[in-house]
């Protein structure tokens, strides 16, 4: 349903642009949330907008991390900037739905690959 694409190795400090495009042109209608899952560990929501364009972040990636999505090109996108090597995981779009200032993924069992980011000196 997603394709994650953009992710890479990177020095700390450095940036990335992740592009999350959706099939069937059903991007659209629904809020997306961006998460991340680094090994050993669960996976974490990093960032949510909503269809009315609303954004929201993690404590860990606020005023690092921009959400953004384009709904004619059917995308969203997440430009990470000032990266650290706690940022180093697999991150995943998923359809979402906000609860407070909390987002969730609508289908927890349904993922797409992911794409990788390492963020390594």
């Known amino acids: 349903q997603f394709v994650e694409s953009g992710g890479g190795l990177v020095q700390p400090g450095g940036s990335l642009k992740l592009s999350c495009v959706g099939s069937?042109?059903?991007?659209?209608?629904?809020?997306i949330g961006w998460f991340r899952q680094a090994p050993g560990k669960e996976r974490e929501g990093v960032s949510y907008i909503s269809k009315y364009m609303e954004t929201y972040y993690d404590d860990s990636v606020k005023g690092r991390f921009t959400i953004s999505r384009d709904n004619g090109q059917n995308t969203v996108y997440l430009q990470m900037n000032s990266l650290k090597p706690e940022d180093t995981a697999v991150y995943y779009c998923?359809?979402?739905?906000?609860?407070?200032?909390?987002?969730?993924?609508?289908?927890?069992?349904?993922w797409g690959q992911g794409t990788q980011v390492t963020v390594s000196s």
């Open positions: 069937g042109g059903i991007l659209g209608y629904y809020g």
């Open positions: 998923a359809i979402s739905e906000l609860r407070g200032n909390s987002w969730f993924p609508s289908q927890p069992d349904s």
